[in-house]
């Protein structure tokens, strides 16, 4: 572990966590790892290390590859959070984003048409929005297409799995989420989780502990991102982890994601068989059918409780109502972080806030600074 590396080689780790290109990454790993000592005690850092450095080696070249092709893949996140629809090829993934959103992606009946750029909309729902973008179908032999595809869900909050329903469903759920799975994407949820959310916006390494720290405090859990070079996030914990499991949240490259289920033709009497069958599983499964629409209210709520995070509206003192739009913010914000977003001034002179909310006792209350607040609650901060 980095709390026993030599000042040097930490100082190193420092600058390689805060260099912005891949070269620049690289490089500094580089030089990390020729200062970092080798032994039983720092060798899951050093397989970290090494794998670091392939990958930076493979991202450098793809970018290469993509500046000489023009464009590239990566789809800028705009919204609350960004859903990325697979599947195999004429699944109906085009036919999914245009339910959802206002994109008016090409439907067609011929296989690979979604291929040259990723399509993308907004999912409106109340008071705020969700990104969604079709990716490349999966094509079961791996190759270009599919390597798009995952990167883009890798990058992801959220995925949406859109599946055939004439065409066993369940198989192909199960071919995806192994295709994923080697990939380092899992979509079986561990019994404990540990986010690290790294953003400017956080005012140092906030603890959220919602679960249990088996073999420390957190202030330990604060100590270990430190050494990682983490000096601004968010740290939600949910059920039962160990410090290791802190420790691989930051050197792991595996990831957690949340999924929903799409199956389309499903107003065909053997799909409807199948959406019972993927219900089974205890996943949330989306029927759709060319004739009827998804609801995106509900859809909406879900992805945000999936991903912790809820909606918060505003209101200035010269206002009279509330803003339409919803701050969407991580579940446990509290009233002085609201502030701290919306503005420095207000924060800095935070008195105390009105929150009104059907949970309260009645509304507005007036709340001091640690308030935490929950999805559909209304505050004005009074300074
Ligand atoms: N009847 C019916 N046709 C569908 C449904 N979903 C997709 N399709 C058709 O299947 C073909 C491929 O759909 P598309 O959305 O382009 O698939 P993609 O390749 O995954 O983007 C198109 O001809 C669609 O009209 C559905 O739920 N019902
Ligand atoms: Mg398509």
Redesign the pocket.
Known sequence: MPTNLPPEALKKWEEYSEAQSPEEKLRKLQEFYSLMPKHKGTEKLEKFVKRRMSELRDEIERQKAAKSKRGGFAVEKRGAAQMVLI????????????KLTNAN?????Y????VEKPEEGMMEFKGAQIQVV?AP?IVPDGGKLTNLAISLSYNSDILGI?L??RINPVDQFNEIASILEKYNISLKKPRGVVRVIRSKAAPGIIVKNKGRILDGSEYDVRKILENYGVRQAWVEIEGEVSLSDVEESVLSEKKYKPFILFV?????ELAKKNVEALRKLGVLVIP???SSEVDREFLGEYILKELNLIRVYTKSKAEKGFSERALVVRRGTTAREVARIIHKDLYENFRYAKVWSKRLPYSPMRVGPDFELEDGDAIEIIG
């Open positions: 599947g195999f090829t004429n699944s109906g993934r085009s036919t999914v984003l245009s992606p090409l439907i067609s009946p296989p690979f048409t979604t079709e179908p859109v055939d329903g389309t033709h499903a107003d065909d759709v059918d060319l």
